[in-house]
């Protein structure tokens, strides 16, 4: 298969994988396995994780990007915790890991787009995420309160007011105290209450000035 048939067949969308590839191509796939580790040595490719791929962007005219590919490496999945929340400037430090939920087992997967976290929930703790606009894609993110529960969910250890002072929050107004309370009784975990709880108790300090912001 020549690279030009390769730009015919998938220039215009964000990635395509070794099905599709044999599939259209009608050649053997120990033969496309060997082109595709030929382009990608070349530039031409961008191995995303076995078996899918994207071409490069000088031959690619669809968008692809690293939160894109982040619910596309590993489904289902969403964004969520620091990455989100850096994302909604709810953090001050800008979070270059992708971290992402999902159903199903832990993950970490590298490609040339970047380094791509995925944290195991139950399935009744899936949920709290929605479609957003995202450099002229469409992306699968948490609400600003799930993402912030799903911190608080996978990192162990009791989230306490100095445990929550040094993470610097801020834009806290992007929350809902309500939405907030009503998603972690969905946990079902007596910690995620206590740490709502702290986060309120938190928020209504620094409001009225009786702790001292970090």
């Not at 496309?32 to 076995?50: D, E, F, M, Y």
């Not at 690619?60 to 619910?71: E, F, G």
């Not at 489904?75 to 971290?99: C, D, H, N, Q, R």
Request: some cysteine; charged content about 25%.
């Amino acid at each position: 298969m020549k690279f030009d048939q390769a730009i015919d067949l998938f220039g215009k969308v964000p990635w395509f994988d070794m099905a599709a590839l044999a599939q259209l191509s009608g050649e053997p796939k120990p033969l496309l396995r060997v082109q595709l580790h030929t382009w990608s040595k070349a530039g031409k490719v961008i191995p995303l994780r076995r078996g899918l791929y994207a071409l490069a962007d000088k031959f690619r005219h669809a968008t692809l990007h690293a939160p894109l590919a982040a619910n596309v490496l590993y489904a289902p999945s969403y964004l969520s915790g620091l990455w989100t929340l850096s994302f909604y400037g709810m953090i001050p430090e800008k979070t270059v890991v992708l971290t992402c939920v999902t159903t199903k087992s832990t993950q970490t997967v590298e490609n040339a787009l970047g380094r791509f976290e995925y944290h195991r929930v139950k399935p009744d703790a899936f949920f709290g995420f929605a479609a957003r606009e995202l450099d002229g894609a469409k992306v699968w993110l948490a609400d600003p309160e799930k993402a912030l529960l799903d911190l608080w969910h996978l990192a162990p250890g009791e989230w306490t007011v100095e445990r929550q002072r040094q993470m610097r929050f801020q834009s806290v107004d992007r929350i809902s105290l309500a939405r907030l309370h009503e998603y972690a009784a969905r946990f079902r975990s007596p910690r995620l209450v206590r740490a709502v709880a702290t986060w309120e108790q938190t928020m209504t300090e620094e409001a009225d000035g009786t702790v001292e912001v970090l």
